[in-house]
């Protein structure tokens, strides 16, 4: 069956400092890929998407792309900043039509940014 | 409403009650899911709905759950004679679709459920 797999964590990372969280999928078809985001004390929120291969979502200076060659959809930004501090979920529906229509997430990965 | 509502959003029940969770989508949302959130689990995809009709119930750990969905909009999830493993946080989540049409999910805060 469908799965994502995420790297393990926590993170924690200083002010400014590069963010690069891993992930990886298994799917059938052609799935779409997401990545969620869940703030403290709040519900989760889409932080950006990619429907197809090469495809790039970005958000909020975050960027991932999503490469059919090496089944990743990476999550990255240039420079975090303390209000990153979240957990991070990647998932993919699996496209396909009409039956099967759901998310599969990874475990999350939990980001602080220190000051 | 303007999102995804869920209530309780906390529940304290003894082992052994039932207990229900409701769930009021994004109105015009036709796609309902659900899932679960338990420590060190990640989500786990419960049940959806597209309509009032339930092609994947999948996710569900046991007899025990039940959901239904009534008039397209307003769900109900029902755990039965509660354990303490069903201890978690419930999200219910909707979309204007079903995710093959490129379709985004809106999740709810999430219904806290603690057995003891």
């Known amino acids: 069956g469908d799965s994502v797999t995420q790297m393990e964590g926590p993170v924690t990372l200083s002010e400014e400092a590069f963010l690069t969280i891993n992930c990886t999928y298994t799917a059938t078809g052609y799935p779409s890929l997401f990545w969620y985001v869940q703030y403290p004390g709040e519900g989760l929120q889409l932080l950006l998407k990619a429907t197809k291969a090469d495809d790039k979502g970005s958000n909020k200076g975050f960027e991932a792309t999503y490469r059919k060659e090496t089944t990743s959809f990476h999550l990255e930004k240039g420079s975090v900043q303390v209000s990153d501090s979240a957990v991070y979920f990647c998932?993919?529906?699996?496209?396909?039509?009409?039956?099967?229509?759901?998310?599969?997430f990874g475990k999350g990965i939990t980001l602080s940014v220190r000051p | 409403g303007a999102g995804v509502s869920q209530s309780p959003s906390n529940k304290v029940t003894e082992k052994g009650k039932d207990v229900e969770l409701r769930c009021d989508p994004i109105?015009?949302?036709?796609?309902l899911y659900w899932y679960r959130q338990s420590l060190g689990q990640g989500l786990e995809f419960l049940i959806y709905?597209?309509?009032?009709?339930?092609?994947?119930k999948s996710g569900l750990p046991s007899d025990r759950f039940s959901a239904e969905r009534t008039g397209g909009s307003v769900s109900t999830l029902t755990i039965q004679r509660t354990q303490q493993e069903d201890s978690a946080v419930y999200l219910c989540?909707?979309?204007?679709?079903?995710?093959?049409?490129?379709?985004?999910?809106?999740f709810g805060e999430g219904s806290w459920l603690t057995v003891v």
């Open positions: 709905f597209q309509g009032n009709s339930a092609p994947d």
């Open positions: 998932a993919l529906s699996d496209g396909k039509s009409g039956a099967n229509s759901k998310l599969t």
């Open positions: 989540a909707s979309s204007l679709g079903l995710l093959d049409s490129g379709n985004t999910i809106y």
């Open positions: 109105s015009g949302h036709t796609a």
